[in-house]
């Protein structure tokens, strides 16, 4: 929804390329005193300064001032489209309630769906979109660049319907790429507590056929309280029909094989992972299937972290999300992502890096994002901060200093370097 523009950046301290050419510049590829060339919105060149080739001299310029310039970030799972808050549940769980009973009470994902089936009822869907507007300016006012949207607190096929819609919405609405997934799969809803089989159907026979337009992805929220595998393999396979590729919420609140199940059905994804095992961490590695971490929910929920180093050791594809939600996770940032990821899961600052950008972007299957070189897209984060290491070594602070998406630049903070390195 930018316009594409030409600019030069120049004077970037240190650019984080992910470029996997760049092998001898380490898993984030780093050129240091670099800059990058942006013709018609997309890079046409990247590397050091003093390489720049003559053609670009007449473009205008951007001084980065010895700052870090990396891919925007990729959020690859979030649940940005809701109606109310659950700050009050919130108070509960961190006085000891549990999610699950909260869930099974009728609390939980089930309020959003009353909350969110009342905004449309009430035909306050705008203030649908509006809201999920405002968090996604946020998410953009922290570095990110693109945002996987699913439905999934409808539960209902003209709610479901409308959520697919507001996200959709948002991309038009503020700078910044959406990709919707059908999570009409992710509880049960109460009107079918005692017919599981016609709720099924439901989705598959007229949810998925309706929404698959809107979407590329379809998710089930496979875990107890839940969908079990099976029904998760029959939700999944009916979601290919209708041309939309897997991913699944696998392993998050108790361990159910669904990390073979997404390896089985060759989802694109498999998301959350805090109880998968070594078993599971091979099959996801031969499957090519990326493991999506969401190290913010865990933190939110205090509960152990998912096993990053099992997984990134096993040569599974990991990559980092926010999984912004009102229940387990309400987290905008990616930058606060990455910190969580560092400090808390056993990746290194740039496996967390590298798993915000271009692990996003693979778990996107968008090929030209979240690595930056002649072609990719010129989607950008430029810090306030002279390397990428800052992100979580100053967990809490918003390090961005401009947002650069198609060329343009649509984020602009005040800087305390002012232009110095
Ligand atoms: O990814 N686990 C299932 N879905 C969301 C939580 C949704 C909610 O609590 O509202 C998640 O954590
Ligand atoms: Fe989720």
């Known amino acids: 929804m930018t316009e594409p523009s030409d600019l ?20 984030l590829g780093i050129v240091n005193h670099a800059a990058i060339a942006i013709r018609s919105g997309r890079v046409d060149w990247a590397g050091p300064l003093e390489d720049l080739p003559d053609e670009y001299f007449d473009l205008p310029d951007l001084d980065c001032a010895g700052r870090a310039v990396l891919p925007g970030f ?9 109606a109310g808050e659950r700050g009050e549940e919130f108070t509960r769980r961190l006085a000891g309630e549990s999610y699950e009973t909260i869930l099974a009470a009728g609390g939980g994902i089930q309020a959003t769906v009353r909350a969110t089936r009342r905004a ?6 705008v203030g649908l979109v509006e809201s999920a507007r405002l968090r996604a300016e946020r ?12 439905s999934g607190y409808g539960l209902d096929v003209p709610t479901e319907l409308r959520m697919l819609e507001a996200a959709s919405a948002i991309g038009k609405l503020v700078p910044i790429d959406t990709v919707g997934t059908v999570l009409g799969a992710h509880v049960v809803p109460p009107e079918f507590a005692g017919d599981r089989e016609s709720y099924i159907r439901l989705v598959e026979e007229e949810m998925l056929p309706l929404l698959a337009p809107l979407a590329r992805y379809c998710d089930v929220f496979c875990d107890r309280g839940a969908f079990t595998v099976p029904e998760a393999r029959h939700i999944l396979e009916a979601g290919k029909h209708f041309g939309l590729k897997p991913r699944v919420h696998a392993e998050q609140l108790v361990a159910t094989g669904a990390a073979l ?11 959350h992972l805090d109880h998968i095992d070594e078993e599971g961490a091979a099959a996801l590695a031969a499957a090519g299937t990326v493991a999506t971490l969401l190290p913010a929910a865990s933190f939110s ?10 997984l990134w050791d096993a040569g599974v594809t990991v990559a980092l999300a926010t999984d912004c939600n009102p229940g387990t996770s309400y987290v905008e940032s990616m930058q606060f992502v ?17 798993a915000a950008t271009r692990g996003g972007a693979l778990a996107l ?21 002279p390397s990428s290491v800052h992100i979580p070594y100053r967990p809490g602070a918003n390090l961005v200093w401009k947002v650069i998406k198609d060329g343009a630049v649509v984020v602009e903070r005040p800087s305390p370097l002012q232009g110095k390195g």
């Open 8 to 27: 030069i950046l120049r004077g970037i301290g240190e650019l984080v390329t992910n470029d996997p050419r760049r092998v001898e510049a380490g898993l």
């Open 74 to 82: 990729v959020d690859s799972h979030t649940h940005l489209v809701f």
């Open 120 to 125: 449309v009822r009430e035909a306050a869907a």
């Open 139 to 150: 998410m953009l006012t922290h570095g990110t660049t693109t945002v996987e949207i699913k």
């Open 261 to 271: 199940l997404a390896a089985e059905v060759g989802a694109v994804s498999a998301d």
């Open 301 to 310: 929920m205090r509960t152990p972290q998912a096993p990053a180093r099992l």
């Open 338 to 354: 990455i910190a969580v990821a560092a400090l808390e899961t056993g990746l290194s600052p740039a496996e967390a890096v590298w």
């Open 365 to 385: 299957e968008e090929p030209d994002k979240g690595w930056i070189g002649a072609g990719t897209a010129a989607d950008l984060v430029i810090l306030d901060a």
